[in-house]
């Protein structure tokens, strides 16, 4: 970054935008109360200098005079601070001047990569002393939090390699620490508990927060450190991540004598920063995969020696920060930022859909494991198949044989899932079971078993007079390029003045095959449905010839066009695009819901585990919630009583 750049950028101490602190906080008049911080080197290049602190750094240039206006700086920001250079500094530079200009960029760049700290009075103490003057806001004030801090080691083996290493850790970072036998906690795992070095606040007290703690555990080549919260929350935290982690142990082999030390520093270091006041280790590693907003555990594994920070959706939520609501989700890269939490090989709860060597077009295919076989799902792209395939899979292993949960990206997407399953559903179990069936792999059109009264209005669709772009290219592709003979019906569904329009694509892949249902949709328009419709056949063919020992197939629909509506479409962009197509279909949203909650009577409302459920589905659902996934059940609305009527026009 030049001098010149840093100047007119918008986060500068030059732009409009920062001029109110420019004779304030970062003017060159309190530049005496800031210093470097310990270890911050400099590097003086021909035209400029790169400077590097604990985890950030900054290349300024702009001259050959930089240089020399970096030494002057410098000087004044020493540990010991010359107060005559400062003087002779701010004399240089009046307001106004080039150089003070130039003095004030410098100092910006330094506050905004955390380069300086307020000079105290009183330098911290203490073994961690440098390290907190390189990493804290208050360097002293976080000492004297470690020194007042008692921790205890809790193990059922105080001698162990990952209790002597913990405790040895917090001692060389100045809190006393004593070792406790703890006879219930299991072999290989440990329990650092600390104060927090003060008098708690009323609101710590209420929640039993007085103390903080952190588990740290290794067993058979694998191990994993919690994330610091109450007693309770760690051990629950442990317990969790012991389950998670046991299919990756590796029984009978030797200990890498390095594992249980990696394990009990990060845990000494996590628990550390929490009662100095710093932020947790894993935010340093500036990993994007971590979500914000949820917590992350350490996985350590052996061969080769390693350990990672994930984020770690817990099945056990006792602390105040961890059952707060969850942002709602709005964007689809929102969704599919949470969907490797829910997937992450070691800590997630599902099996990861990946295209693997299945076909990408014409339609997009990803597969996972489910309980009871593989799952295929195909979509117009493959970020849209896998979104669906997790939340299918997700309703596998929820329901367990019930039949009725949803789970979607946000509530808007699964309500819009669950409506329009619903619909589908009904229309099978009234009107015609025996297409219904066809598929015995489509599983998703399994809805209530009820019908609905409303008029049905046949509507004339030929892709000879058609004009949506999207509904014509699916349908050429399932008539052309797959060569599969298909006819379609296209139905207006009366629900009062709002559109519902349901299409059914029926169709044989050879001559001497009886037509089948390949497709069913039901859309805001009568193009979309085709279209979707047209979608899901064309995925259904593809999964017969290239996943052909699939158990379920997850099938396309307009639902998740709500979360794709925040995309910004290209100036090129028409419905001929995917991105725009979906914005349109978003847009239909909202008053297709409603008229779908009129026509099937049904009004889907949050699901929640009976008691006696199996303990891996109350570790699903409590992973979802926290990465904003609701699980809907569908309900009667109230009022509504749905009547079977014969029904017209279906074919």
Not at 230 to 256: I, K, M, N, T, Y
Not at 329 to 353: C, Y
Not at 546 to 575: I, K, M, N, Q, Y
């Amino acid at each position: 970054m030049t001098i010149d750049q840093a100047q007119d950028s918008p986060g500068s101490l030059n732009s409009p935008t920062s001029m109110d602190s420019l004779e304030s906080l970062d003017s060159l008049d309190s530049l005496g109360r800031w210093t470097l911080r310990p270890g911050v080197s400099a590097t003086v290049l021909h035209n400029g200098v790169h400077l590097r602190g604990w985890i950030t750094s900054v290349t300024l240039e702009g001259g050959p005079g930089v240089p020399v206006l970096w030494a002057r700086l410098a000087q004044v920001l020493s540990a010991d601070g010359d107060r005559d250079g400062y003087a002779e500094l701010v004399r240089a530079a009046p307001a106004g001047s080039p150089l003070r200009a130039a003095l004030l960029t410098v100092i910006g760049q330094l506050h905004d990569h955390d380069l300086l700290v307020e000079r105290s009075g009183e330098e911290p103490e203490g073994r961690a002393g440098q390290w907190l003057g390189a990493v804290a806001d208050r360097p002293a004030a976080a000492a004297a939090a470690l020194t007042r801090s008692r921790a205890r080691v809790l193990c059922a083996r105080p001698d162990g390699p990952l209790a002597r290493t913990a405790a040895r850790a917090l001692d060389r970072a100045g809190i006393r620490t004593q070792p406790v036998e703890a006879a219930d906690l299991p072999d290989g795992q440990v329990l650092l508990v600390a104060d927090r070095g003060g008098e708690p606040s009323d609101s710590a007290r209420e929640q039993g927060a007085e103390e903080l703690a952190v588990a740290a555990g290794v067993r058979a080549g694998v191990g994993f450190v919690t994330p610091v919260g109450s007693v309770a929350q760690a051990r629950g935290d442990a317990d969790g991540l012991a389950g998670r982690l046991r299919r990756w142990e590796v029984p009978g082999g030797a200990e890498h004598p390095g594992l249980p030390a990696l394990l009990a520093s990060s845990a000494a270091q996590r628990l550390v920063c929490a009662v100095a006041g710093l932020r947790d280790p894993s935010a340093e590693a500036g990993d994007a995969r971590l979500l914000p907003g949820l917590p992350t555990a350490l996985v350590a594994e052996q061969e080769p020696l390693r350990g990672e920070y994930r984020s770690w959706p817990g099945p056990l939520l006792v602390d105040a920060d961890r059952v707060r609501p969850p942002a709602a989700l709005r964007t689809l890269a929102e969704a599919l930022a949470r969907i490797p939490v829910l997937t992450d090989s070691r800590a997630g709860v599902l099996d990861e859909p990946e295209p693997g060597a299945l076909p990408q077009l014409p339609a997009a295919l990803v597969r996972c494991t489910t309980a009871d076989g593989d799952l295929v799902s195909g979509a117009a792209r493959a970020d849209l198949a896998r979104l669906d395939a997790v939340c299918r899979a997700a309703e596998l292993r929820l329901g367990k044989g019930e039949t009725g949960l949803t789970v979607g990206a946000g509530a808007e997407h699964a309500r819009g899932r669950a409506l329009r399953r619903a619909a589908i559903g009904q229309d099978a179990m009234t009107a015609d079971p025996e297409g219904a069936t066809a598929d015995g792999r489509a599983g998703e059109t399994a809805g209530p078993g009820i019908g609905y009264a409303h008029r049905i209005t046949t509507v004339a669709w030929s892709p000879e007079t058609a004009r949506h772009p999207q509904a014509l290219h699916w349908w050429s592709v399932l008539v052309r390029r797959l060569g599969v003979d298909a006819e379609v019906a296209v139905s207006r569904l009366d629900t009062g003045g709002r559109g519902v329009f349901r299409a059914r694509v029926r169709g044989r892949t050879t001559a001497d095959d009886a037509p089948v249902l390949l497709g069913t949709a039901v859309e805001a328009s009568a193009d979309d449905a085709v279209a979707f419709a047209a979608l899901c056949a064309v995925v259904g063919f593809q999964m017969a010839a290239d996943a052909p020992g699939a158990r379920h197939l997850v099938t396309p629909s307009g639902a998740s066009a709500a979360l794709a509506r925040s995309a910004e479409p290209a100036p090129w962009e028409d419905t001929g695009w995917t991105t725009e197509w979906l914005a349109e279909v978003a847009g239909r949203e909202r008053d297709l819901q409603e008229a779908l909650t009129g026509l099937t009577g049904w009004s889907p409302q949050p699901w929640e585990p009976p008691a006696g459920a199996h303990d891996d589905v109350h570790a699903l659902r409590s992973a979802l919630r926290q990465c904003g996934f609701p699980v809907l059940s569908a309900r009667p609305a109230s009022g509504a009583h749905p009547t079977h009527t014969p029904l017209e026009g279906l074919r």
